[in-house]
């Protein structure tokens, strides 16, 4: 068994094949680290990973005998000091990126459009925690030009130890909403959690990125000795808007602040995209702005964001048999749910439905939040479904479900049909389940 030795662990990562936590995910040649959790003790898998060819398990577990366990204080920890010995060799530009809402959107149009340029590495779907941050970087190859790092917190001081493991030298938060406001102790303190990110690259000299537009993070960018590069108005362009009131009218965008419709177009023409809604402007702004800053030109940046597909999940639409579904289910929190029903609302579809599913981590909002989204569907004369007991408790729907099957039961009971139904809630309410119903 061999103890631990941050350099030693490193150059058995160089002869590896890559990383695994998961047995299932074990080949030939790869570390596997025994991590631990509430519910599971990944040393009691060690040698199942050793069987499936791994070239050593790193374990903290001191019963365990063999000379291919490589054994540490603390597996998780090893990790992301590995994590970070790797990100350490990386020269190139290494983007952090947070946010309540539009995380994973924002970090692939990025991707979109950087990848014009350079070649670029990012998170792979949704691994921005305290393990998938360091996975993310410990799958970067070595000649990756740009990485992009995208970081997931629900509790304060979560993205400061991000930061410290991804050492990021640019950064953006996209926004700053009702999200995770149970561990983040309210909306003031989901502020204080996202500006880690800023004060981390203040204290490496490093770029933040600042939507001009937005007061709130325009304030969180107030830290001394951060470089802000400010975007999204007339006067800190790019300038993006919609040529049409449509939710998927094709985008406009300016580099002197007017509202024109040239020069600065592909062909001098607005661009047509496949994200809907006008949250989704500020998505692309972001994505327009780092391009340009980064060299990007005008007609790869429009290429890439006409080409660029909806991420699951995230407002894509399926056209089954009988109706048409945005899916957009993901997550939810009030924030991004009130905007997803005014986009979806504006687009004046014939036969709407919003079926909407509890939103989880609100703590002592929850009551508050699920109030103000059914007001919404109110308000924007639209018919709305619920379904979980949160919804139940606090703001009964046109139709109102205890959980997803008393759903699936209705609507085989009583299907839809020619119905244009979005479908939006917290990830373990899984209502991409419906689907099929619809």
């Known amino acids: ?44 898998f060690a040698q199942k990973a050793l069987d499936a060819g791994c070239l050593a398990a790193i374990i903290d577990d001191t019963t365990l005998q063999g000379t291919s366990f490589f054994l540490v204080d603390d597996v998780l920890a090893a990790l992301q000091q590995l994590a970070r010995c790797h990100r350490n060799r990386f020269s190139g530009p290494v983007f952090g990126l947070t946010g309540s809402n539009g995380k994973t959107t924002t970090k692939e149009l990025l991707r979109a459009v950087l990848s014009q340029k350079f070649k670029v590495y990012a998170t792979k779907g ?7 941050v360091p996975l993310t970087l410990l799958s970067m190859p070595q000649d990756v030009e740009f990485a992009l790092v995208e970081m997931g917190a629900n ?19 996209t926004n700053v909403g009702h999200a995770h406001l149970e561990g983040f102790g309210g909306i003031e303190g989901v502020k204080k959690g996202k500006q880690e990110l800023f004060v981390h690259l203040a204290a490496e000299h490093g770029y933040a990125f600042v939507p001009s537009a937005d007061s709130d ?40 602040g007017s509202n024109n419709a040239g020069p600065w177009h592909v062909n001098g023409r607005p661009t047509p995209v496949q994200l809907e809604g006008r949250h989704q402007l500020a998505n692309m702004t972001a994505a327009i702005a780092v ?3 980064f060299g990007v030109s005008q007609e790869e940046i429009g290429d890439a964001l006409e080409k660029f597909q909806p991420v699951s999940q995230r407002g894509e639409t399926v056209q089954t048999e009988q109706n048409v579904v945005v899916v957009d289910c993901y997550n939810a929190n009030p924030s991004s749910v009130e905007s997803t029903l005014r986009s979806f609302a ?10 909407l599913g509890d939103m989880l981590e609100l703590g002592e909002y929850a009551a508050q939040g699920h109030q103000l989204v059914r007001e919404v569907c109110r308000e924007c004369t639209m018919e709305c479904w619920v379904v979980g007991p949160q919804f139940k408790e606090h703001a009964q ?21 020619g119905r244009t139904i979005l ?12 689907v099929a119903a619809l």
């Open 217 to 256: 993070l325009v304030a969180l960018a107030n830290v001394d000795g951060l470089q802000r590069i400010e975007f999204g108005t007339r006067e800190h362009p790019p300038l993006v808007w919609r040529a049409g009131e449509a939710p998927q009218s094709p985008v406009c965008w300016s580099l002197d």
């Open 1 to 44: 068994m061999k103890p631990f030795d941050l350099q030693s662990l490193l150059e058995l990562f160089d002869k590896s094949t890559g990383i695994t936590t998961d047995t299932r995910e074990c080949g030939p040649g790869m570390l596997f680290f025994a991590l631990r959790g509430e519910r599971f003790n990944g040393n009691a």
């Open 346 to 355: 504006a687009a004046r579809h014939k036969a709407p439905l919003a079926i």
């Open 291 to 293: 391009g340009h800053h």
């Open 397 to 417: 729907g046109d139709f109102t479900f205890q959980n997803l099957e008393d759903l699936q039961d209705h609507l085989v009971a009583h299907p839809l049909q």
């Open 423 to 434: 479908i939006k809630g917290s990830r373990s309410m899984q209502l991409e389940r419906l």
């Open 155 to 173: 509790h304060q001081g979560e993205i400061a130890e991000l930061a410290k493991i991804a050492n990021p030298n640019y950064g953006m938060i």
């Open 126 to 132: 949704n691994l921005n925690n305290h393990i998938g």
